[in-house]
């Protein structure tokens, strides 16, 4: 069994409205929103043997606020997941060697969104009255939001309906434990 959790970057700032979309930085409730979502990781017990991640400043901040980590994954920097749709997620994803265990996907809106909604597949969302996590992710995949997976067989036969919805998350579920935070 392996397990594949797929994180929205954190939410990036438009300060600088003339930076290109790529080199946009997390703003200040992103890298909020990233700790959170870093402690909550944490103590889920959930740490990657493998990171694919964008090549994105808010990505690659992302990933930064998710350190330390117990035992520290390898991290593979990828220009094509940049904006990447579904299928060249899920292209990708078909690459990682059968070695690894749990993988962790930092990337982009809609993509990432598209990918989770494959993965669980038509029949398990038409379902999703009987699941509140499958209902809030046919809703949308919020900036920081993280879906993790169990996926039976290997990583190259990921397909539609390949994979277990375990838990979806996001920053503002935990935003009680994080209301007195600066």
């Given amino acids: 069994m392996r397990q594949l959790l797929l994180l929205r970057h954190a939410k990036s700032s438009w300060d600088e409205r003339e930076l290109p979309d790529h080199e946009r930085p997390l703003n200040p409730r992103g890298r909020r ?3 959170t979502m870093r402690d909550a990781m944490e103590r889920l017990g ?3 043997d493998l990171v694919l991640v964008s090549s994105s400043v808010r990505t ?3 990933l930064e606020a998710l350190e330390p980590w117990a035992d520290t994954p390898l991290v593979d920097r990828m220009e ?3 904006n990447a749709p579904a299928s060249v997620l899920l292209d990708t994803i078909h690459t990682v060697k059968e070695t690894v265990r749990s993988l962790l996907v930092i990337a982009h809106n809609p993509g990432i969104h598209e990918l989770a909604v494959t993965l669980v597949g038509p029949q398990a969302l038409d379902d999703s009255y009987a ?3 499958l ?4 809703d949308g995949y919020p900036s920081g939001a993280l879906t993790e997976f169990t996926i039976n067989g ?3 036969g990921l397909g539609k309906g390949g ?3 375990i838990r979806f998350l996001c920053p503002r579920d935990f935003a009680a434990e994080h209301a007195s935070d600066p």
Wanted: charged share 15%; glycine share 8%; hydrophobic share 45%.
């Fill in 60 to 62: 690659l901040q992302t």
């Fill in 131 to 133: 699941n509140a996590d």
């Fill in 33 to 35: 929103a990233a700790a």
């Fill in 46 to 48: 959930l740490v990657p």
């Fill in 154 to 156: 290997p990583w190259q």
């Fill in 135 to 138: 209902r809030r992710l046919g």
């Fill in 163 to 165: 994979g277990r919805l």
């Fill in 80 to 82: 094509t997941l940049y």
